[in-house]
């Protein structure tokens, strides 16, 4: 039974347009300091008696850094009051002071092509490119993976991208977790960058997954909303915590096994490890996952090897010709084996595996 402290609501309250999981805003990417900056600690100090509102705007104000770097700086947990606490970015201050640690710069580096990385395009004009991102597969590289990524297999096709996310993301608009496989949407302009970004946004990009998660979700079609931040205990993790994100995820039960439910989802937000930590805060993680899995679910059903998540469908206004594109990657051969294993396993036992919704 779902907790209704979570938001999950029924069929009815099923949003139309939806966007994407982890849609990219490059002024959240940890950009290099700028040169006015000192790498290092730097402490801000608060005259007594006064009280700042949010404290991301007060350390924003005081070094000139842009407000979105700072909130990235303190979401890495690099801003603590003097009695060492990290802070958050509405955290409120009366006096004293806080400790900024401030990064050194990145440095500056060559992407290399490796044409040894396939590229599975599964639709392409003169602004787009969709790619069907196997499993296992970094979208892009960040310090300590420079190589190996999908964005160093797209440089090896020798074609131009966007640059408006920043040196390391070209053309990247929107991003899947490592073990998630699926579609995923490249620019090969700016200016079809900026507007792809702008259809995110705006949530006129809608993204259907596929998913496999442990026990037998009640309802047949239903919303989630519960925020997402960075668990407090772990901060590699995600969570659904108070003072997070907004997130929203729709789902469909597609096919309902003895110990396990295939869904389709709809993200209505695109936040980190959006299904993912959704699900597992309902107490039906997605099979395979070793982060958010707990017993059973962390392996997964027998033969499942991998994350059970898969980007499955998109649907988006070419930049090119404004029609209206639907693009559908079938399930990789090893989530499909996965699947009838389950049927014939039912099948075996004298059950038939149920249906979702009509």
Do not use: C
């Amino acid at each position: 039974m779902t907790d209704p402290g979570l938001g999950v609501e029924g069929p009815e309250d099923v949003a139309d347009e939806l966007e994407g999981e982890d849609d990219l805003d490059p002024s959240l990417g940890l950009e290099p300091a700028p040169p006015s900056i000192e790498p290092g600690p730097r402490r801000l100090a608060i005259p007594e008696g006064e009280i700042v509102r949010r404290i991301d705007r007060f350390v924003a104000d005081r070094t000139g850094l842009s407000r979105s770097y700072v909130q990235k700086l303190i979401s890495d947990g690099r801003l603590v009051d003097d009695a060492g606490r990290r802070l958050r970015a509405n955290s409120e201050v009366r006096g004293g002071g806080v400790t900024l640690e401030v990064p050194p710069p990145e440095i500056p580096y060559h992407l290399e092509p490796d044409p040894t990385i396939p590229v599975d395009v599964v639709y392409e004009d003169d602004d787009v490119l969709i790619v069907n991102k196997p499993s296992g597969l970094v979208v892009h590289p960040a310090p300590g993976h420079w190589r190996g990524t999908l964005v160093n297999a797209l440089l090896a096709r020798g074609d131009h991208y966007g640059g408006i996310a920043g040196v390391a993301r070209p053309g990247i608009v929107h991003r899947l977790d490592r073990d998630t496989s699926g579609l995923l949407i490249v620019a090969r302009n700016d200016a079809a960058q900026a507007g792809l970004m702008a259809q995110l946004k705006a949530r006129r990009v809608r993204k259907t997954y596929l998913a496999l998660v442990q026990g037998s979700v009640a309802a047949a079609v239903g919303r989630i909303e519960a925020p997402i931040g960075r668990d407090p205990k772990d901060r590699k993790r995600m969570a659904v915590v108070p003072d997070g994100r907004p997130a929203t995820t729709g789902y469909r039960v597609r096919e309902r096994f003895r110990d396990w439910t295939l869904l389709e989802l709809d993200l209505i937000t695109g936040r980190t490890h959006q299904i993912r930590v959704h699900f597992a805060a309902l107490g039906h993680p997605v099979a395979g996952d070793p982060v958010y899995g707990t017993g059973t679910s962390r392996k997964g059903p027998d033969g499942l090897e991998r994350l059970f998540l898969h980007a499955w469908r998109l649907e988006l206004v070419s930049p090119t010709s404004a029609k209206l594109l639907r693009v559908e990657a079938p399930l990789p051969q090893a989530l499909e084996s996965a699947l009838e294993e389950l049927r014939a396993a039912e099948a075996s036992a004298g059950r038939r595996p149920a249906g979702g919704a009509a």
